[in-house]
């Protein structure tokens, strides 16, 4: 390898460790605002007191992923495994924080079905998620779809496992 090959090489290296650990960055910070509530201040301990009446059963759990995927439309923004990552967004028309990763088990533990249910009924100020009870979803409908929401945070072959943090 010629000198200029070698230092072309070593500026790559550098910058390409750069990007990696700006990345790493930004990836961190990404990770903190997930776990920030998006109920606001004076209505989250109301909101945390409020738990889902129906049981999760395999049926609800089913309820809600027809739900989820039809009627409720979650699968637009938040996709088919729940990741946050439509397949249907265009890159650059969502304003804000993308979707919830469903999958995300740090954020599945913070946060209480009552937050969930809060944030179905008002919206998420700051985001592209808007209230959908009572315009789309009823409030039996709304539990359904958060026990599916659950789901995706369970281990593969537990679906009764608890909803709730």
């Known amino acids: 390898m010629t000198e200029g090959q070698a230092r072309r090489s070593l500026i790559l290296t550098v910058i390409a460790t750069g990007t990696l650990i700006s990345w790493s960055i930004t990836s961190f910070a990404a990770e903190e605002a997930v776990l920030k509530p998006r109920?606001?201040?004076?209505r989250i301990e109301t909101a945390k007191t409020w738990t889902n009446?129906?049981?999760a059963t395999a049926e609800i759990?089913?309820?809600?992923?027809?739900?989820?995927?039809g009627?409720?439309?979650?699968?637009?923004?938040?996709?088919?495994?729940?990741k946050g990552l439509g397949a249907d967004i265009e890159p650059g028309t969502l304003?804000?924080?993308?979707?919830?990763?469903?999958t995300d088990q740090e954020w599945q533990a913070a946060?209480?079905?009552g937050e969930l249910f809060w944030i179905l009924e008002n919206g998420s100020k700051g985001t592209a998620m808007a209230p959908f009870i009572p315009l789309i979803l009823t409030?039996?409908?709304?539990?359904?779809?958060?026990r599916y929401v659950r789901s995706?945070?369970?281990?593969?072959?537990?679906?009764?496992?608890?909803?709730?943090?």
């Not at 759990?61 to 995927?69: M, N, P, S, Y």
């Not at 409720?72 to 996709?79: I, K, L, P, R, S």
């Not at 304003?95 to 469903?102: C, D, I, S, T």
């Open 71 to 82: 009627k409720a439309f979650c699968v637009t923004c938040h996709g088919k495994d729940g």
């Open 111 to 113: 946060r209480t079905d």
């Open 139 to 146: 409030e039996e409908e709304a539990w359904q779809v958060l």
């Open 53 to 55: 009446p129906l049981p």
């Open 152 to 165: 995706f945070g369970q281990t593969q072959g537990n679906p009764e496992a608890s909803g709730q943090p």
């Open 95 to 102: 304003r804000g924080p993308l979707p919830r990763n469903f």
């Open 39 to 42: 109920v606001p201040i004076d």
């Open 61 to 69: 759990i089913e309820k809600g992923k027809r739900l989820f995927h």
